[in-house]
């Protein structure tokens, strides 16, 4: 069973800028991002394949959000910016030992916790 442990996340205006970390108690092909924003279906925002360093992104974050991965911490980083109050959602933490598909969420197998994420007009 991995364990993802997550941290960051928090409060700020519209424009502003958050960063999101994940560290995994072990090895996984891939590591990544998704969110539910209140009252709506989980989504993926962004994921990285650890061996070939793919990085999917959803359209809605692209140009605006970079997630990052740390080979040796076993970290997944996302740097969050010009934040906008439909970024607002829960922030979970995701990983498998095979494949992430950012529109299938119910495929990935282990789910850190969460971090909420709201961002004011």
């Known amino acids: 069973q991995v364990q993802l442990v997550e941290s960051g996340g928090g409060s700020v205006q519209a424009g502003g800028s958050l960063n999101l970390s994940c560290v995994a108690s072990e090895d996984v092909a891939c590591m990544g991002w998704f969110r539910q924003p209140p009252g709506k279906e989980r989504e993926g925002v962004a994921v990285?394949?650890?061996?070939?360093?793919?990085?999917p992104y959803a359209d809605s974050v692209k140009g605006r959000f970079t997630i990052s991965h740390d080979r040796v911490e076993k970290t997944v980083n996302l740097h969050m910016r010009s934040l906008k109050p439909a970024d607002t959602a829960m922030y979970y933490c995701?990983?498998?030992?095979?494949?992430?598909?950012?529109?299938?969420?119910?495929?990935?197998?282990?789910w850190g916790q969460g971090v909420q994420v709201t961002v004011s007009s």
């Open positions: 990285i394949y650890t061996e070939t360093g793919g990085t």
């Open positions: 995701a990983a498998d030992p095979l494949y992430c598909p950012l529109e299938l969420p119910h495929r990935v197998k282990y």
